[in-house]
């Protein structure tokens, strides 16, 4: 049962909500104004000009791939290893729960510097892929890479407590009764992780595109070659492009808020279901 949330009476509470709207404002709302301002501060022409540019188009395009690779990847590994540590008791499991965190307590720019040192020319597997022809480093696969490292523990750790305590009794039921891996994976697994996946997945996403970090250390940050957005903001505002930089800004704004929207139209969506099922179960 939700907890009763009671109205503010003193005057300390109201102190307090009055901090929080504030500091809300002056760290998330002004800069976020502040961009789109500057963005159409030159006029519509400019900013279509600005959208219309090669480097643009090529940047967003880029990013847009990232995520597009990214998240179904994370998808699948993240539902395979949440069902192996929550459904099997093997030895190095608590180890395999604690690897999947590094990507949390890893600084990005180191990340991206081991995959430069292991995979760039500098490293014996960077070598034997250059010999064959194969680039990975300052080129988009690296990009996928870094970012694949970097969001690898989104939607396994949403999972992981959620399959275990919804436990494997309705799967040993279905079991029971004749159904097959695949069907029971189907018809009783991901009904019940379906709200959560996507929650991961909408993460997952939003994490891919903003990242800046790993992906500048392995991009070589080579214009219309491996030009992320992000990337593409800081180099625009340090040749001076001031207009062009903050519609790059801009663009990854837009990015940033339709994925907030989505991740607010699902938890809505859980808590109507929840409250449902509340309801159901009193009556």
Sequence with gaps: MAKAVKRPSQTHQWILIGLGIVMTILLLIVPLVLIFTQAFSGGLSLLWQNLNED????????????????????????????????HYDFFGRRLLVTLVEIPYATSPVVAGFCYLVVYGLEGAIGKWLYAHDVQLMF???????VTLFITAPYIARILM?????????????????????????????????????????????????GEFGAVAVVSGTIMNQTLTLPLLVEQLNND??????????????????LTLILKTAMEWRQERREAESEDSRIS
């Design 55 to 86: 480097y643009m188009k090529h940047a967003f395009g880029l990013t847009l791939l990232a995520a597009v690779l990214t998240v179904p990847i994370n998808l699948v590994f993240g539902i395979l290893l949440a069902w192996c540590v929550t």
């Design 139 to 145: 080129a988009w696969p690296g990009i996928i890479m």
């Design 161 to 209: 407590p959620l399959m275990q305590k919804q436990g494997t009794e309705e799967e040993i039921a279905a079991l029971s009764l004749g159904a097959t891996g695949w069907q029971i994976f189907r018809d009783v697994t991901l009904p019940n992780i379906k709200w959560a996946l996507l929650y991961g997945a909408v993460i997952t996403n939003a994490r891919a595109v």
């Design 240 to 257: 001076y492009k001031t207009a062009a930089a903050f519609t790059a800004a801009a663009l990854l704004a837009c990015m940033a808020l």
